[in-house]
């Protein structure tokens, strides 16, 4: 395992990091909540953590034992041309992308108990799930790799943590700074609300860009 490979990882997870989905929930919170914020923020993050991870090693285990029962085919460049021709899709794509929408209400929970936020956070997990580009890209280059168990479970429970590091680090802030909060989390959710789309737009680019530089030296 290489630190080359561990830096396209660790550039994927920040890309992650930009989801306008939970940062808008954990900012919803934040500035609703009054009474165990704390406790249902943490309910809803590590129900999204959990959902991803065991999404990521479901998808590590299937693809690895699809690699194996075809390992005849991916002796040549079929893997890299494949990788290349998706890095090279999304990278035209992300100019196509609208990124001036209008503002967009994001998700907020309706209802607050801890029950509710487990099924907020799956939900909302199973909507954004299918547009994790950069989380795809990351167990692809993992899985190419050629990784062991060992290896790539860390790395994986790693990515996850960092995913929903900007929420933990709004809440510590919010924690610290009370009120003083209270103006710069309303002004970033109008932010996340402008601008999910061009969000989405530069992690298509970025996640493009990567694929492609990963499969170069393979043709």
Known sequence: MS???????????????????????????LISEKERVGSRLMIYLGTVAVFYFSVGVALM??????????????????????????GVGLFIASFYYPKNKKESDLPRPKSRTNTS???FGI????????TAIPYFAAIGLMTTSNLAVYQW????????FIMVLPPLILFVLHVLLGRLMQKPLERLRTKLAKN????VSWIMCIVGLILVYNSVDNL
Do not use: C
Not at 66 to 76: E, G
Not at 153 to 160: F, H, K, M, R, T
Not at 196 to 199: F, L, T, W
């Open 117 to 119: 936020m487990v099924a």
């Open 61 to 86: 285990l299937g693809l690895d034992a699809l690699l194996s029962a075809v390992s005849s085919i991916f002796q040549n460049r079929t893997v890299s041309w494949v990788t290349m021709i998706i």
């Open 123 to 130: 939900t909302t997990s199973l909507i954004e799930v299918g």
């Open 153 to 160: 479970l860390p790395i994986l429970a790693g990515y996850n």
């Open 196 to 199: 999910a789309g061009s969000a």
């Open 3 to 29: 630190f080359e490979l561990l830096g396209m990882i660790g550039g994927l997870a920040l890309l992650d990091t930009l989801s306008p989905a939970t940062l808008g929930v954990t900012v919803y919170l």
